[in-house]
């Protein structure tokens, strides 16, 4: 594990804020890390996943000592592969959270969690709200809300599940690269336009997750469960065509099609929009449109 500390204190007369961010080298961690980096009072702990087995319960007490706040980024992401490795799935997912939680539970640190819009079912016509009931679909969405279900028991006021959906950025596998790697190799391609959601910069996700943070340990942000999505929705066809007009590409190369040609092993929720309405509770705003941060996300060097 590395550390990171940069000038100045985020409360006047208090000392720094000590941050763990665990899986701090996916795609999320990395943005993390940025924006923690330029954070007035941060001290900053990594954890990679080679740095931390989160199943470990004994290393993940020990990790945790010492530190305010935990970001966990770190998961289990294959979602097709957890069809047919449920248990593992969930033991990193499910079990890794849990001794998470126990841990913040005996020092008194915060945690805010990183979960997942499958957790519903994706049969829903409008946002779905933060309380609304959950209902998986998939071997993935079982094990993440496993792990949500242990912030909620084990830390009742100390403990933030924000889920997100739809996370693209610059220091990762995801739909956007994909998308504009293939612009180099086909002249066509077709998406699906049946799935719906909320296309999230993993980097603006980050900076929302700080200030969440921040406003936690400040006492002006009540526990519980957050959305961490962007404003706005799209199709994965609308993404794509997004995308490729945001690079100069002609949008007419993207093809609609549907769910049923591009069979899966783990299914995917048809509707993935979430409310935002939790955030006012913090005193903070909810996420900008997805296609402002697509936008801003695209504007400088984005790796194909």
């Known amino acids: 594990m590395s550390d990171l500390d940069t000038a100045g204190t985020a409360t006047p007369g208090a000392g720094p804020t000590r941050w763990l961010v665990t899986g701090a080298g996916g795609m999320l961690g990395h943005d993390l890390l940025a924006v923690l980096g330029r954070h007035p009072g941060a001290r900053v702990t990594a954890a990679t996943r080679a740095d931390l087995d989160l199943t470990d319960a004994a290393a993940v007490k020990s990790a ?4 305010d706040l935990v970001v966990n980024a770190a998961a289990w992401t294959d979602v097709d592969a957890a069809e047919t490795r449920e248990a593992e799935a969930t033991e990193v997912n ?3 959270v849990t001794n998470l939680a126990a841990a913040c539970a005996a020092t008194g640190a915060r945690l805010l969690h990183v979960s997942t819009d ?6 829903g016509r409008e946002p779905y709200p933060e309380d609304h009931p959950t209902a998986p679909v998939n071997a993935y969405g079982r094990g993440k809300l496993v792990g949500e279900q242990a912030v909620a028991r084990l830390l ?40 719906h959601g909320q296309p999230t910069w ?11 943070g921040d406003a936690a340990r400040a006492g002006r942000a009540p526990a519980g469960v957050y959305h961490g999505t962007a404003s706005g929705r799209t199709t994965w066809y ?15 190369r993207i093809r609609p099609t549907t769910s049923e040609h591009f069979r899966r092993p783990a299914p995917r929720p048809a509707y993935s929009v979430l409310g935002h309405a939790r955030w006012a509770l ?5 996420m900008p449109d997805w296609h402002d941060q697509l936008t801003q996300a695209l504007s400088g060097d984005w790796p194909t």
């Open 156 to 195: 009742p006021d100390t403990g933030y599940v924000v889920r997100t959906a739809w996370l693209y950025g610059a220091h990762g596998r995801n739909f956007v690269a994909t998308m504009l790697r293939l612009a180099a190799e086909r002249e066509t391609l077709e998406v699906v336009d049946d799935q």
């Open 64 to 67: 945790v000592a010492g530190h």
């Open 282 to 286: 913090a005193g903070l705003s909810p």
């Open 202 to 212: 993993s980097y603006a996700l980050a900076g929302h997750l700080v200030a969440l």
């Open 94 to 96: 499910g079990t890794g």
């Open 118 to 123: 499958y957790v519903f079912a994706g049969d």
């Open 238 to 252: 609308g993404l794509a065509r997004a995308a490729y007009a945001l690079r100069g590409l002609d949008p007419d």
